[in-house]
């Protein structure tokens, strides 16, 4: 399904002028409020909900591109506003760059799944550089909607990987050494850190279990009463030697991966079955491009 063929052309703004988010929203929205009529509540009423929603998820509107959106009692089914500013604005302060097409998406509390599946696709989209400049030189709705048809912007008949994952993170090379990983474990306060060959292939995690299992000796493991041990006494030599530690005997060779089109409801059923809390997702050739873990699914599916 073509993302155009769910814009109303009623719905598609060209010329915003306002110069604050609240009367862009508010101008969107009391068009919306028009069109729709009883399947709309009062403007000002979501326009408060959508503001809570971006404070809560904190996320910088970025490439001249906006997606304000949330699920709300006030509305029925779900529902689309384009706005197009020309000179572009800054909705929010911590914002990488001013806005020139604002998307707005509205959702009953009922609708979950296409609502998902249009954020990713029209957020794909617009990743790539100049579309929002693109858009912003349209002057109508008919232009409008022929570039997205012109585009294959195309939204997914279900939520796969691909819709969900997060960003390449930060790899290290099997080469390095332990220190820096756990200076990268601890600055940037994440449980994984995928481990890549000099063609970029993934080839393992390091994460903090595989670090613990690698400082203790396996006899410690197999003890049941290790009281009478000096608590500190198996991180000791680990830790004074961090720096000349190769990390390769701490690497996990066989993390969990997926690909683009694994299906959501399989990575779910994996994560509470197997208690997995990251997937790397890989293409054929096994080069990362992305990442799933618990973060991702409140994140991009809970409070997407």
Same mark, same amino acid.
């Given at each position: 399904?073509?993302?155009?063929?769910?814009?109303?052309?009623?719905?598609?703004?060209?010329?915003?002028?306002?110069?604050?988010?609240? =009367?862009?929203?508010?101008?969107?929205?009391?068009?919306?409020?028009?069109?729709?009529?009883?399947?709309?509540?009062?403007?000002?009423?979501?326009?408060?909900? %959508?503001?809570?929603?971006?404070?809560? @998820?904190?996320?910088?509107? #970025?490439?001249?591109?906006?997606?304000?959106?949330?699920?709300?009692?006030?509305?029925?089914?779900?529902?689309?506003?384009?706005?197009?500013?020309?000179?572009?604005?800054?909705?929010?302060?911590?914002?990488?760059?001013?806005?020139?097409?604002?998307?707005?998406?509205?959702?009953?509390?009922?609708?979950?799944?296409?609502?998902?599946?249009?954020?990713?696709?029209?957020?794909?989209? !617009?990743?790539?550089? $100049? #579309?929002?400049?693109?858009?912003?030189?349209?002057?109508?709705?008919?232009?409008?909607?022929?570039? !997205?048809?012109?585009?294959?912007?195309?939204?997914?008949?279900? /939520?796969?990987?691909?819709? /969900?994952?997060?960003?390449?993170?930060?790899?290290?090379?099997?080469?390095?050494?332990?220190?820096?990983?756990? =200076?990268?474990?601890?600055?940037?306060?994440?449980?994984? @850190?995928?481990?890549?060959?000099?063609?970029?292939?993934?080839? $393992?995690?390091?994460?903090?279990?595989?670090?613990?299992?690698?400082?203790?000796?396996?006899? @410690?493991?197999?003890?049941?009463?290790?009281? !009478?041990?000096?608590?500190?006494?198996?991180?000791?030599?680990?830790?004074?030697?961090?720096?000349?530690?190769? /990390?390769?005997? !701490?690497?996990?060779?066989?993390?969990?991966?997926?690909?683009?089109?694994?299906?959501?409801?399989? %990575?779910?059923?994996?994560?509470?079955?197997?208690?997995?809390?990251?997937?790397?997702?890989? =293409?054929?050739?096994?080069?990362?491009?992305?990442?799933?873990?618990?973060?991702?699914?409140?994140?991009?599916?809970?409070?997407?």
């Amino acid at each position: 399904m073509n993302f155009a063929d769910l814009l109303n052309p009623k719905l598609i703004l060209c010329d915003l002028k306002s110069d604050n988010r609240h =009367d862009i929203y508010l101008e969107m929205l009391t068009a919306l409020k028009h069109v729709e009529q009883q399947r709309i509540g009062e403007p000002q009423e979501i326009f408060d909900e %959508i503001s809570r929603h971006e404070e809560l @998820i904190e996320m910088p509107y #970025m490439a001249g591109f906006a997606i304000p959106h949330t699920r709300s009692v006030a509305v029925q089914d779900l529902h689309l506003v384009m706005g197009i500013h020309k000179a572009g604005v800054q909705l929010q302060e911590h914002d990488e760059t001013p806005s020139k097409i604002i998307l707005m998406f509205l959702v009953s509390k009922e609708t979950s799944q296409i609502y998902l599946l249009m954020l990713r696709a029209i957020s794909r989209y !617009f990743s790539s550089p $100049g #579309m929002s400049d693109k858009l912003a030189c349209c002057v109508t709705p008919k232009q409008v909607i022929e570039i !997205f048809h012109r585009d294959q912007v195309e939204v997914n008949h279900s /939520i796969k990987a691909e819709d /969900i994952m997060g960003p390449i993170p930060d790899s290290l090379p099997e080469t390095g050494m332990l220190g820096a990983a756990i =200076d990268s474990l601890a600055q940037t306060k994440r449980l994984h @850190i995928p481990i890549v060959n000099n063609k970029d292939q993934l080839i $393992g995690d390091l994460n903090i279990d595989s670090i613990l299992k690698g400082s203790i000796p396996d006899y @410690i493991l197999m003890m049941d009463h290790v009281a !009478f041990l000096p608590e500190f006494e198996p991180f000791d030599k680990l830790l004074k030697n961090e720096d000349k530690t190769p /990390i390769e005997n !701490f690497i996990n060779r066989d993390p969990h991966t997926c690909s683009l089109s694994t299906p959501l409801m399989e %990575i779910i059923l994996k994560v509470l079955k197997e208690q997995i809390n990251c997937f790397y997702v890989v =293409d054929q050739e096994n080069r990362l491009l992305g990442t799933i873990t618990k973060h991702e699914l409140i994140q991009n599916l809970l409070r997407s």
